[in-house]
T-cell receptor, first 115, second 111 residues
Framework: AQKITQTQPGMFVQEKEAVTLDCTYDTSDQSYGLFWYKQPSSGEMIFLIYQGSYDEQNATEGRYSLNFQKARKSANLVISASQLGDSAMYFCAMREIQGAQKLVFGQGTRLTINP | DAGVTQSPTHLIKTRGQQVTLRCSPKSGHDTVSWYQQALGQGPQFIFQYYEEEERQRGNFPDRFSGHQFPNYSSELNVNALLLGDSALYLC??????????FGEGSRLTVL
């Protein structure tokens, strides 16, 4: 069974600083996808970034980058130059490449950006 | 282009009642998945519908059932509500296979 672990319940960061949100995963599958989502108080899950298990390069999307270390089974999200609007819950998730695309989520990290 | 829309946004029910939640997928999407997110937890997969059939189911009892209509919209039904069913219910749509787009959810409170 797939499992995602996020060990940071809450993070507090000063505006404009970089922040790393931790994510480790466990799976016996060779092929899988890793995602990060942002969930503001409105409830909607907003897709941030994706990393495939066979991707050689770490994924980047604007201020977001994914530090993928396959041997350590970690997929940490790095947000550069944090902004007040980045305050939200952040979820790491895993999806099988094959099958019905079910997502398995971690417990989440609440990020608060201080002015 | 409208994204994923869910209704109602908030509702309150009492134990033992039944509830129906609705989801309209993003235009062009044919697959709908439902997730339950309890307070302070990550979402958990309930089931997925594709071509009006339940394609995969998570670890939820038979009290949770669903339906997908020919226009790809979907309903989630929960019977005999328990206090523990209080949660945010998220619908996600995709065009198989593809990126998931989530709605803002239906927040259910069971008293």
């Amino acid at each position: 069974a797939q499992k995602i672990t996020q060990t940071q319940p809450g993070m507090f960061v000063q505006e404009k600083e970089a922040v790393t949100l931790d994510c480790t995963y466990d799976t016996s599958d060779q092929s899988y996808g890793l995602f990060w989502y942002k969930q503001p108080s409105s409830g909607e899950m907003i897709f941030l970034i994706y990393q495939g298990s066979y991707d050689e390069q770490n994924a980047t999307e604007g201020r977001y980058s994914l530090n993928f270390q396959k041997a350590r089974k970690s997929a940490n999200l790095v947000i550069s130059a944090s902004q007040l609007g980045d305050s939200a819950m952040y979820f790491c998730a895993m999806r099988e490449i094959q099958g019905a695309q079910k997502l398995v989520f971690g417990q989440g990290t609440r990020l608060t950006i201080n002015p | 282009d409208a994204g994923v829309t869910q209704s109602p946004t908030h509702l309150i029910k009492t134990r033992g009642q039944q509830v129906t939640l609705r989801c309209s997928p993003k235009s062009g999407h044919d697959t709908v998945s439902w997730y339950q997110q309890a307070l302070g937890q990550g979402p958990q997969f309930i089931f997925q519908y594709y071509e009006e059939e339940e394609r995969q189911r998570g670890n939820f009892p038979d009290r949770f059932s669903g339906h997908q209509f020919p226009n790809y919209s979907s309903e989630l039904n929960v019977n005999a509500l328990l206090l523990g069913d209080s949660a945010l219910y998220l619908c996600a749509s995709s065009f198989v296979p593809g990126e998931l787009f989530f709605g803002e959810g239906s927040r259910l409170t069971v008293l």
